[in-house]
C-alpha cells in the first residue's frame, strides 16, 4: 500500500515537454544558422566534435533528474505495517441505476452525473461506515463489494457508464435482491440500502422485494434525480448530441422521475424517500438518518504506518544531475574511435 502526500508537485512535470520542445526548436534554429555560413560538409569539419546524440543524452538524463526531484517532492509513502483496526460503523450498500434513461439533462450534468456527485459526497462524509456499490439496469451487477476503502469505492463510482450493462431497462427489484446477498453477516442489525434512481421502474414486483428486504433488518432510502418534467434522452457522439432517443412511432421519448415508485418502495422497507436535486441536502439527511443508528463493531485491516520514500527520488536526482553536468556536448575521444554510433558517418 503507497500514499502520495503532494499530488500538485506532479504538475511540474510538465516542464519535461517544454523542454523537449525548447531543444527542438534550438536544434532546427542551429541548423538554419549553419547552412547561412556553409554546406553541411564544410561545417563538420570546422567543428568535428559536435555531437546530437550528446545533446540529446544529456537532456534525457537532465530530464530523469528533473522527474526523480519531483517524485522526491510529492512524497511516496510506502505503508509497512499492517494493523486489525476495530470500527464501528453501519453497512450501506449503494444502488445505483445505470440505465439509459439516466443520460437525460433536465438536472446538470445529467441524472447519472449527478447520482454519482451524489454517493461521492455522501462517502466523504462517512467516518468508519463500510460502503458496497451496485449497478442496474434491465440486471443488476456487484460493481463493488462491502469495504472501508473509501479510495477504492469512489474510483468504481467514477468509472459507471449507461453502456457497462448490455441489458437495458430499469429493474429496481433485481438490485434490492442483490443487495441481500451484501449483508452476509447475520448480527448486522443496521444495514441500509441506498437507491438513487429516476423511479422508472419497469418491473412490478419491486415493493414486494422491498418488503422481504425489510424483514432481514435491511432499511431502503431512495433518493429521486430527475424532474417531473423530465427530459429527452440524447444519444451523443464523442460528447456531441447526435440524435434523441425515439419510440417505435418515432416520437422523442421523454423520460420523468417517478417518485411514487421510489417512495413506496422506501415506505416498505421502513426508510424514506429523499429529493436527490441539492446535494447538501441529501448529504444531511442521511447524515442524520446513520447518526440515529447504533454502530456495530467490526475489524478491519489497515495500514498503520507508513515510511517516507523521498529521499530516494531525491538521491537518483542528483545522481542524474552530476551525471547531466559530467557529459560534454561534444564527442567524447574514445567513444568517437570506437564510433558506438556512427556518429563519424
Not at 522527474?67 to 505495517?81: D, E, H, M, R, S
Not at 447526435?242 to 426508510?271: C, F, P, Q
Amino acid at each position: 500500500m503507497y500514499q502520495l502526500e503532494e499530488k500538485i508537485w506532479f504538475w511540474l512535470l510538465l516542464i519535461l515537454p517544454v523542454m523537449v520542445v525548447v531543444f527542438l526548436w534550438t536544434l532546427l534554429w542551429k541548423k538554419r544558422v549553419q547552412k547561412k555560413f556553409g554546406n553541411t560538409t564544410a561545417i563538420k569539419r570546422l567543428s568535428p566534435n559536435q555531437s546530437v546524440f550528446k545533446s540529446v543524452l544529456k537532456l534525457g538524463v537532465l530530464g530523469l533528474a528533473i522527474g526523480c526531484f519531483v517524485i522526491a517532492l510529492v512524497n511516496p509513502k510506502i505503508g509497512t505495517k499492517l494493523e486489525t483496526i476495530k470500527r464501528e460503523g453501519v453497512d450501506i450498500v449503494f444502488a445505483i441505476d445505470v440505465s439509459k434513461s439516466m443520460l437525460a439533462e433536465d438536472v446538470a450534468p445529467n441524472r447519472l452525473e449527478k447520482s454519482k456527485q451524489l454517493v461521492t459526497q455522501i462517502i466523504n462524509n462517512l467516518a468508519s461506515d463500510r460502503v458496497g456499490i451496485i449497478a442496474y439496469a434491465g440486471k443488476a451487477f456487484p460493481q463493488l463489494p462491502i469495504t472501508t476503502d473509501y479510495g477504492t469505492a469512489k474510483m468504481f463510482l467514477q468509472s459507471m457508464n449507461t453502456d457497462m450493462l448490455s441489458s437495458q431497462g430499469t429493474a429496481i427489484d433485481e438490485a434490492i435482491q442483490l443487495s441481500r446477498n451484501y449483508f452476509d453477516d447475520e448480527e448486522q442489525t443496521n444495514r441500509v440500502l441506498v437507491i438513487i434512481s429516476d423511479g422508472e421502474d419497469h418491473n412490478d414486483l419491486s415493493a414486494e422485494v422491498a418488503e422481504a428486504a425489510s424483514e432481514e433488518g435491511i432499511k431502503i432510502y431512495t433518493i429521486g434525480v430527475g424532474s417531473a418534467k423530465g427530459g429527452p434522452i440524447p444519444i451523443k457522439r464523442n460528447g456531441v448530441v447526435m440524435r434523441y432517443k425515439k419510440d417505435k412511432n418515432d416520437e422523442t421519448v421523454i423520460t420523468k422521475l417517478n417518485i411514487e415508485t421510489l417512495k413506496l418502495i422506501a415506505s416498505e422497507a421502513k426508510g424514506a424517500y429523499i429529493d436527490g436535486n441539492t446535494t447538501a441536502v441529501v448529504v444531511e439527511q442521511i447524515r442524520d438518518v446513520l447518526n440515529k443508528m447504533d454502530k456495530k463493531e467490526f475489524e478491519a485491516k489497515e495500514f498503520a504506518e507508513f515510511k517516507d520514500q523521498f529521499q530516494w527520488f531525491l538521491g537518483f536526482g542528483l545522481f542524474f544531475l552530476i551525471l547531466d553536468l559530467l557529459f560534454l556536448e561534444r564527442k567524447t575521444a574514445w567513444l568517437k574511435r570506437l564510433n558506438l554510433f556512427n556518429e563519424n558517418l
